[in-house]
Nanobody, 122 residues
Framework: VQLQASGGGLVQAGRSLRLSCAASGGTFRYMGWFRQAPGKEREFVAAIGWSGTTYYKESVKGRFTISGDNAKNMVYLEMNSLKPEDTAVYYC???????????????????WGQGTQVTVSS
């Protein structure tokens, strides 16, 4: 199983970025995005279930949108109105257990991508 995240970069505050994650070697009921800022713990950002149900961290609701393409085994994170506090390494993750969206912890996901850096300048 391999998860490949891409799409990060350096943007100014208020601009947008779209992250992509390609999964290979398996199919998953739940895929999510986490982020880790320097000196902080990795935190849940958003997740999507195979049926299309979405889940978000409160602080990104209305700005970030997670979507998936089951046929292509892809998940996307559209990030709008970016803020400097969104700066972090973003990781995609996958799992087949419903715990992935109920407790939304890193330990709830068995599969991880390598991360992509998002830097938002003020």
């Amino acid at each position: 199983v391999q998860l490949q995240a891409s799409g990060g970069g350096l943007v100014q505050a208020g601009r947008s970025l779209r992250l992509s994650c390609a999964a290979s070697g398996g199919t998953f009921r739940y895929m999510g995005w986490f982020r880790q800022a320097p000196g902080k713990e990795r935190e849940f950002v958003a997740a999507i279930g195979w049926s299309g149900t979405t889940y978000y961290k409160e602080s990104v609701k209305g700005r970030f949108t997670i979507s998936g393409d089951n046929a292509k085994n892809m998940v996307y994170l559209e990030m709008n109105s970016l803020k400097p506090e969104d700066t972090a390494v973003y990781y995609c993750a996958a799992d087949n257990n419903h715990r992935a969206v109920t407790n939304r912890r890193t330990a709830s996901y068995d599969y991880w991508g390598q991360g992509t850096q998002v830097t938002v300048s003020s």
